[in-house]
């Protein structure tokens, strides 16, 4: 099974709805790092978390971190066409592992106008 | 401020040929990471440079090596070319090593093998 697990694999929403993605870590979490991906591109950082209970956002984006259950979320609010790409979940496990990231494989996120 | 620009963007190779990939980092970054992605996957860590030292390499064979020069620019060779190696190839520079520092991807390398 995968390090990180990402759910759901594929995301279809219609424009201006919300939506959540989630990242599940088998192992303990030093940090969690979100990127966006456009097919056959590269990866686009959006927000990084370290505490539990942080979350940060930008613009319609909002990132949480729960700690404890070692999972993460990443939420859209009012979707756009503008929003749709792969998401990606990458993980820290800090240590001697410090900025060598394990990502999980990705949600492909389709918005319709 | 230029981001992490990488060449070729794309590059087909046969079976057996061998590749170099390179990569600029931000400037000011220090750190350097490769990445493979294959189609469908989320990329997979291969290696970390720091001040031209290797810091880190992820479960790939021998076949890959890299380095950093001292401008903190970095090359990615693969030998022996396979056709499992046909992936979309990251680079990706920090500061430093640092676990709270964001690496910043570039638009990677498509490499094909025939």
């Known amino acids: 099974s995968q390090e990180l697990e990402q759910s759901p694999q594929s995301l279809i929403v219609q424009e201006g709805k919300n939506l959540t993605i989630n990242c599940t870590s088998s192992?303990?979490?030093?940090?969690l790092y979100w990127y966006k991906q456009k097919y056959g591109e590269g990866l686009i950082f959006l927000m990084m978390?370290?505490?539990?209970?942080e979350e940060k956002s930008h613009e319609k984006i909002t990132a949480k971190l729960d700690e404890k259950k070692q999972q993460s979320s990443l939420h859209i609010t009012a979707s756009q066409p503008s929003h749709a790409g792969i998401y990606l979940c990458?993980?820290?496990?800090?240590?001697?592992?410090?900025?060598?990231?394990?990502f999980g494989q990705g949600t492909i996120l389709t918005v319709h106008p | 401020d230029a981001g992490v620009t990488q060449s070729p963007t794309h590059l087909i190779k046969t079976r057996g040929q061998h590749v170099t990939l390179r990569c600029s980092p931000i400037?000011?970054?220090?750190?350097v990471s490769w990445y493979q992605q294959v189609l469908g996957q989320g990329p997979q860590f291969i290696f970390q440079?720091?001040?031209?030292?290797?810091?880190g390499r992820g479960n790939f064979p021998d076949r890959f090596s890299a380095r950093q020069f001292p401008n903190y620019s970095s090359e990615l060779n693969v030998n022996a070319l396979l056709l499992g190696d046909s992936a979309l190839y990251l680079c990706?520079?920090?500061?430093?090593?640092?676990?709270?520092?964001?690496?910043?991807f570039g638009d990677g390398t498509r490499l094909s093998i025939l």
């Open positions: 400037s000011g970054h220090k750190s």
């Open positions: 192992k303990t979490l030093y940090g």
């Open positions: 990706a520079s920090s500061p430093g090593t640092g676990g709270n520092q964001p690496q910043h």
């Open positions: 440079y720091y001040e031209k030292e290797e810091r």
């Open positions: 990458g993980a820290d496990r800090g240590g001697t592992s410090y900025g060598k990231l394990t």
């Open positions: 978390l370290q505490k539990g209970g």
